[in-house]
């Protein structure tokens, strides 16, 4: 990759939680520039990072269970070491890629990002992770790949609530190539500079912060370049209900709730909610990559 983003800290930071918080309100500074590095004039931002608390513990990991309780209960049953990704399809160098031998290779980086669920509830994470990009490019696109499909480790013994029918499982989610190659289009590996925990998706889960939650997979075990847009879960389950794309949009309504304003985690039952933004806030990073698309028909 060409491009890097300008940032302060880096995973050799791993600082605690109280020290990275003393610096967030940089840290929102150089995230909302964004990409200064092409000297791009955008308003530094106050965005309150949300805690390793309320991180952990409201989770949306079905595989062990749905209640939001349930992935912090359960999760620790689930074993990530030794930990693979088979990469396939459309590659120059298809393979099984150990974990740590994809981690030597990448470079770590800290992302401040807005997250924000279908549900309607949205949090800010300072992430550490790597552009999927550069695992991408280790592997090597081939030509005529346009699609990337991404799959969840299935271990039923280590996953109790893949008894219950709710997905199909293995959890399974994709992302147009160019979005796939998008700089903001992140693997993440770690919160607040400490490893992922399993309940949000060690050892390596996708993070997409213009599209809704579910499209950011977790505990990543296969991703497969193609040149069909892949089958995903949430839209097998409902495809009136989950589209493809699902960005992030005000504009365009869940047929069950409205989808104009967000409920942030950490402010109380009664917080006033908030106006929930065109992809979430990154519009001008992303908006291109949808010209000419009805997006309430690609939703
Ligand atoms: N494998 C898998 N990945 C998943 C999910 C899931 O149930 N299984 N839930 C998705 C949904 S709906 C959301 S909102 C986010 C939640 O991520 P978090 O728990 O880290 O906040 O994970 C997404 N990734
Ligand atoms: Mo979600």
């Not at 308003?43 to 952990?56: K, R």
């Not at 930990?83 to 290779?105: A, C, H, N, Q, T």
């Not at 924000?116 to 550490?128: H, L, Q, T």
């Not at 847009?229 to 409902?238: F, G, L, Q, V, Y």
């Amino acid at each position: 990759m060409a491009h890097r983003w300008t940032n302060d800290l880096t995973h050799a930071d791993a600082t605690p939680e109280a020290a990275f918080l003393n610096r967030r309100h940089f840290m929102a500074g150089a995230m909302g520039l964004g990409l200064a590095a092409m000297a791009r004039p955008v308003a530094a931002e106050e965005l309150e990072l949300n805690s390793w608390e309320e991180i952990t513990n409201y989770n949306n990991y079905y595989e062990f269970g749905t209640r939001k309780e349930d992935p912090a209960k359960y999760a620790h049953r689930l074993t990530t070491e030794p930990w693979s990704v088979k990469i396939d399809g459309l590659v120059e160098r298809p393979g099984d890629y150990d974990f740590k031998d994809i981690l030597s290779e990448m470079t770590i980086e800290e992302r401040i990002y807005r997250f924000r669920c279908v549900e309607a509830w949205s949090m800010v994470v300072p992430w550490n992770g790597f552009e999927l990009a550069d695992l991408l490019n280790m592997a090597g696109v081939k030509e005529g790949a346009k699609y990337v499909a991404f799959e969840t480790l299935y271990r039923p013994e280590e996953m109790p609530g893949t008894q219950f029918p709710v997905l199909q499982w293995p959890y399974r989610e994709g992302l147009r190539l160019d979005e796939a190659m998008h700089p903001l289009t992140l693997m993440a590996t770690g919160i607040y500079g400490k490893p992922i925990p399993n309940q949000n998706g060690a050892p390596l889960r996708l993070v997409v912060p213009w599209k809704y939650g579910f499209k950011s997979i977790k505990s990543i075990v296969r991703i497969t370049l193609t040149d069909k847009e892949p089958p995903t879960s949430w839209n097998m389950a409902n495809a009136g209900e989950y589209g493809f794309y699902s960005n992030v949009n005000p504009n365009v309504d869940h047929p069950r709730w409205s989808q104009t304003s967000e409920r942030r985690l950490g402010g109380g039952l009664f917080a006033k909610r908030q106006p929930t933004l065109m992809f979430n806030g990154y519009e001008k990073e992303v908006a291109g990559l949808y010209e000419g698309m009805d997006l309430s028909k690609y939703y």
